[in-house]
């Protein structure tokens, strides 16, 4: 069971403390344990709630109502709330539950039903990017378990690889480009990789998918020996903007005169300054634009 304190709390639900605090003697939505120094602290289970109360809250539901919901009721309005595929926030937040409780389940309902309603691409882009973007950032701020984000992590993986062996099956090339897709040295978050190599599959590009965290060394003998038209890499791993671009430029002298396309939590943030060999991912549409270009 983690522990967590009152701002953890905060980060992740986006309540403020001391609207919490409010909420606890008010209307006693939760009851929190406290330390022998009277610090308060909280479960797992004080988190969910927190969560839950959330999602209604934030779509026109009283405090005070939610406050006479059994816990079953809570979670029936949620759900009801989740089956909505135009209220993205809800739906990442009802991610962010079933991470915690690590309900696989409840993952699979909510990613279900949003592709029924938005397809494929626009579910991952809308709702898991931003999701994963928002676990990451907690993640390195050490407010969730790391076996949480793996276990959602390995869930999206799966669901990615499937859509990429179905489109295989049916695979039919419509040019002779060759686009390699990497991840750099100690970067192991593959999601993006995978989705927009799935991306270029549907568009009649061959794929040459080598995973995560490759020497650079490695990478250089892959272009020297094969036919590469253009790269594609992400940054999500926590650095410096100094950092960053050290690994862009050392990455340009290993490749130098191929397009490289470039995505991840890092290159939103730091916004790192970029050689014109680089070419920036924003969305699924930005990137057929111009790979159609290479």
């Known amino acids: 069971m983690a522990v967590y304190s009152i701002k953890d709390l905060e980060k992740i639900s986006g ?13 006693k939505l939760i009851e929190p344990q406290r330390t022998s120094t009277n ?16 999602i209604l809250n934030q779509n026109g539901f009283k405090i005070s109502k939610i406050a006479d919901l059994t816990e079953g009721q809570l979670r029936e309005r949620v759900l009801d709330l989740c089956l909505d595929s135009k209220n993205i926030d809800v739906q990442i937040e009802s991610l962010l539950v079933a991470m915690l409780e690590l309900d696989e389940s409840k993952f699979t309902n909510v990613l279900t039903n949003s592709i029924i309603k938005l397809g494929f691409e ?12 928002r676990i990451g950032i907690l993640w390195q701020a050490g407010t969730i378990n790391p076996a949480q984000e793996h276990f959602i992590s390995n869930l999206i993986r799966q669901k990615l690889i499937v859509a990429i062996d179905n489109e295989m099956q049916n695979f039919i090339p419509k040019s002779d480009k060759n686009i390699l897709f990497f991840l750099p040295e100690n970067e192991l978050h593959e999601i993006g990789l995978l989705f927009y190599s799935l991306i270029a599959r549907k568009e009649g590009y061959n794929v040459i998918y080598l995973g995560a965290s490759v020497p650079v060394n490695d990478l250089k003998v892959i272009v020297e020996t094969q ?68």
């Open 227 to 294: 036919k590469i038209d253009a790269l594609f890499t992400s940054f999500v791993a926590a650095q410096t903007q100094e950092e960053l671009e050290q690994n862009l430029h050392k990455l340009s002298e290993a490749v130098p005169n191929y397009p490289i396309f470039l995505m991840g939590l890092q290159i939103k943030e730091l916004n790192p300054v970029l050689s014109k060999q680089y070419i920036k991912v924003l969305s699924a549409t930005d990137f057929k634009s111009n790979i159609a270009s290479i």
């Open 122 to 133: 626009s579910s991952v882009e809308t709702i898991l990017f931003p999701f994963l973007e």
């Open 39 to 54: 610090i308060r602290f909280y479960n797992d289970d004080d988190l969910k709630r927190i969560l839950n109360v959330s």
């Open 15 to 27: 309540i403020k403390a001391h609207t919490i605090r409010i909420w606890e003697r008010r209307y």
